[in-house]
């Protein structure tokens, strides 16, 4: 029996696999439970979907990750339960108790009020959507290929976007991109002006987050791409045939829904720790209050005063990863917890090939540059030596030749396809 | 209307793509049917199936290969009947009429006798089944981690493939490799010496339908890579445990079934033009007697005095397909229909890194020359310049690196995980 403390991370992505490397130096054993057996670079998800990069390109088992961490082990399990009082969290691999809990479970998507089926709306979160979209996308556009009705054509060759967050307007700039430039090569038969990519967003600027400039930019920049804008457009519902607008309605057979998430706290914390959205009200220390031994870190943890460091982005994970391994270095000293301090080192979204638009400190940079610039800090943070020559590979194809390597549906949807 | 003779292929396998891309100088219209959207490269399956390579190398989408075909189309749909009579296709995308009719659906997957469910055995057919066994692989070993009882674990870490021919050679060498040279590195709480990759053949010689002293040169290969060769041992029965012998019982979690395939003639073929082995008796000219208009190409059709002909192997396929083309031109110009004439190009199998086997007419190759030859030649059938390129970086990094890129579980298995 291991007399060194036992830390316990849930959740592999970018909150508990920094913690993981950060606490690689510190004199405690840690084990890593997830749910997959990979980390998944979720930033680049949407062209997974939109069939640029393969499933591989973005997702690195967490064992590699790992490897070199030698006082970590994995464990690929899903959490049942969390004991706060016993300490100790209930896996489907078994039980493991702890001295420290960092709980880093990220978000899912959260749909319209009224749920509509899975097939009716596609998420974009997971590994497994973005096959799902791609798969769903493809599907459409082969049963437009021999449908002879035209209304029936127009709705499988139109996509709706819900949601003009980074998320939306990436995706919507790709698969605009892949619907104008790489599907007409692969269908003869389909009269493109019948398609249509449609982005819909409740507020009326895009990208919120960012200065209004950049929004504005980026919203010509997904025009001159063939995107449609609908902007201050709430969604009332999603049907079988698209989405329900205020004054209308968009036809559409694939519904993406990128317009909200939600955090996993609620299914592993006590609702008393939860705020009125579900986040987890932290402490300086990212502590759980009453609770020091337990972290919560990423898209679960809120601190609604903090600003940027409240928002659901890699960096924001990422470094709340690193300040667990501080507090618990300062704890196994004998220090005081040092508090959080998050350093904003900018944010960016990509609107397809050659535009994007970066907001680094008082900088804001959109179109091209701002496109390099996307390359470049993405090539850095992609995990792993082969993803990242193979991604440059793909992104070069897709440059030039104006090509999507990956276009197979592997699994049909079953019944929306 | 069209004027022009319609040519219907169903299957876009080596045959069905061979067949269009032939008829390309021709007048007439051609429609090939896939239930996928894809052309898999199917001798190189078992690399999927043991996370060297990404899908989308060995897959190439239907569309993109017959791009340059201007009088072919694609229609991805199933078959549900063939009206000889009527000379119509019926698909789940509606009927279509021919002048010309080629079936090219090629074999699934034949199981043991007392049929045991998915879950007991795993096939190494489909781009779905490769996808499954990596999954289901990984799976076990996760397990494995974290499991007490000795015994289970023995069994989560035992690969029993069961057939000797070229895919169950190829698999178990490939298999091996990843068990003991690369899956140590992720998991270092188990002991290797545990796992175990067991080759069971109901003959008593590996490959048989090569040169004798081949499937000699193979099986010393794969025991020095750490198989255990079972010859001469059929197959009584499968288990959730493991595989039934006749003298006793192989444990192992994973079972993969290569000893038989059955071709999928008999779906679609009325049973009168069918062997007893459910392949089409088919003419010199490769069509069905009585139905001139009606081919058979590839692993369906059989001329069993026709020896290397009749093997269920690609370059059969493509011949076939090249052959239908020439018999259409043929009737198109009047002239008498040609014989169809194999043209045996050789052999081969490999067995992991750096050995293979191959017999070329009298020449027959074993070891790291043999390999470097298969090579070159699986590149260069390999469709695609992508795939090429990018399955050429991953060999080369498998070779120098002893690693596996792709070692993701995306669709755990539902029960068998």
Known sequence: ???????????AGFGGLAAAKALRHLDVDVTVVERTNYHLFQPLLYQVASGLLDPSEIAHPVRSCLRRVSNARVVMAEVRAVDLEARRVD??????GYEHLVVATGSVT???GDPPSERQVLGLKHLEDALRLRAHLLACFEEAAHTTDAKARRRLCSVAVVGAGPTGVEYSGAVSELIRHVLPKDF????????SVVLIEAGEEALAGFAPRLGR????SLRRKGVRLLLGQPVHGVSDCGVRLRGGSVEAATVVWTAGVRSTAASLLPADTLDRRGRVQVTSAL?????????AIGDIAAAEERGPAAAMVAPVAIQGGQHVARVIEARLQGRPDPEFRYRDKG???????????????????????????????????????????????????????YDRPVRLIIDRPGDGG
């Open 1 to 11: 029996m291991s007399q060194r403390p036992r830390v316990v991370i849930v959740g």
């Open 91 to 96: 896996t489907t691999a078994g039980a493991l």
């Open 110 to 112: 959260a749909g319209p």
């Open 188 to 195: 003869p038969e389909i009269d493109f002006a019948d398609s």
């Open 217 to 220: 930019a980026a919203a010509r």
């Open 287 to 295: 502590c759980l209050p009453g609770h020091p031994e337990v972290f």
């Open 347 to 401: 944010t960016m979204a990509t609107i397809g090939r050659g535009s994007a638009v970066a907001q680094i400190g008082p900088v804001r940079l959109s179109g091209f540059v701002a496109w390099v610039l996307w390359l470049l800090v993405h090539l850095l943070y992609l995990v792993g030596f082969r993803s990242r020559t193979i991604a440059l590979a793909s992104w070069a194809w897709n440059f030039f030749f």
